[in-house]
């Protein structure tokens, strides 16, 4: 099941204040990129980010699991928490290559 064009939208306006905010379909689910970096997956209307030692700290009490068969485990973000997933995306922002062009 993919998610829904109005989750998406809502995950980016959650975001919002942080930089620019876009997304791409892929796959029948979605990329959302702040700055033209690859920030976050949202696969059936669930959002994953990295398990990365960087956001141990903040995601230490997150649900992990994986966005799709053959990923690694990723952290369940708690897109209704807005204050979250701004911080934890600011924290992985400026780790994160800006994405290949296609």
């Not at 975001?15 to 379909?25: P, T, V």
């Not at 995601?59 to 068969?69: D, E, I, L, S």
């Not at 990923?71 to 994405?99: G, N, Q, W």
Request: with cysteine.
């Amino acid at each position: 099941m993919a998610s829904a064009p109005d989750f998406i939208e809502y995950v980016c306006e959650q975001l919002a204040g942080i930089g620019e905010i876009r997304y791409r379909k892929m796959f029948g689910d979605y990329m959302v990129y702040v700055n033209d970096k690859p920030a976050l997956l949202v696969c059936d209307n669930t959002v994953y980010i990295k398990q990365l030692d960087c956001l141990a700290t903040e995601m230490k009490n997150a649900a992990v699991g994986v966005p799709y068969p053959g990923a690694k485990s990723h952290y369940i973000l708690d897109i209704d928490d807005a204050a979250l997933a701004r911080k934890v995306v600011r924290i992985i922002e400026p780790l994160t290559p800006p994405a290949q062009a296609t």
